[in-house]
C-alpha cells in the first residue's frame, strides 16, 4: 500500500538528486537510475512519478525557473523604481541560480530545447518572462527599451555560457559586468 502524502516529497527529492546529477555529469548524460539512486529510492519509483528522465529533467528546469522567479520577486520588492532592471540582473547572478549544478542544469536545458518540444515550450517561457521584465523595468531609461533587454538577456545568457565553459566568473564579477553593460546601453539614466 502506498504512503500517503509521500508523493510531494519524493518528488522533491528525485528533482533536487535530478540537479546534482547533471551538475556532478555537466550533461544530460546521467541515468534515472543514478538520479533514484541519489533521491535514495528505486529507478521503478522515479519513472513511476515522472514517466522518463527528461520528464524528470523538465520538472528539475520548472523548480530551478521557480526559483529564479522566487529571486527576481524578492528583489524587485526591494528595489526602488529606477532599480527595477539592476534587480533583474542582481536575481541572474544571485547565489541559488549560479551555483555549479545549477548552471549545468541551464546549458543541458539549451541543449535539450533543440530536441525535446516541452523544454523549447519552457525556455520560450523563461525568454518572454525575461525580456518582459526587463522591458518593463526600462521603460523610460532606454529609448529602444525592448532593443535593451533582448541584448541584456543575451547577455545574460553569455555569461552563463562562460561559466559552463570553465571559465567560472564568481557571481559578483558576471553582476558588475552586466550592470556596466545596461549603464552603458541606458546612458546611466535611472
Known amino acids: 500500500m502506498p504512503k500517503v502524502g509521500m508523493e510531494p516529497i519524493r518528488r522533491e527529492a528525485l528533482v533536487k538528486a535530478t540537479i546534482a546529477e547533471i551538475g556532478a555529469a555537466g550533461s544530460l548524460d546521467v541515468t534515472v537510475s543514478q538520479i533514484a539512486r541519489r533521491a535514495g529510492m528505486s529507478s521503478a519509483l522515479a519513472h513511476h512519478y515522472f514517466g ?3 520528464q524528470i529533467f523538465i520538472a528539475a528546469m520548472r523548480r530551478i525557473l521557480a526559483d529564479f522567479g522566487a529571486e527576481v520577486r524578492a528583489g524587485m520588492a526591494q528595489a526602488g523604481p529606477g532599480q527595477r532592471a539592476e534587480a533583474i540582473i542582481r536575481a541572474c547572478f544571485a547565489p541559488s ?28 517561457i523563461y525568454q518572454a518572462r525575461i525580456r518582459s521584465n526587463l522591458t518593463h523595468a526600462l521603460r523610460g531609461r532606454a529609448h529602444e527599451a525592448g532593443e535593451v533587454a533582448a541584448t541584456l538577456a543575451a547577455l545574460i545568457d553569455g555569461l552563463y555560457i562562460r561559466a559552463a565553459l570553465h571559465e567560472p566568473d564568481l557571481p559578483e564579477r558576471a553582476t558588475d559586468h552586466a550592470l556596466r553593460v545596461l549603464a552603458q546601453l541606458t546612458g546611466g539614466a535611472r
Not at 549560479?98 to 543541458?108: D, K, L, N, R
Open 97 to 124: 541560480c549560479f551555483t555549479p549544478e545549477v548552471i549545468s542544469a541551464w546549458m543541458t536545458f539549451y541543449v535539450l530545447a533543440q530536441t525535446q518540444p516541452e523544454a523549447l515550450r519552457l525556455w520560450r
Open 52 to 54: 522518463g528522465k527528461e
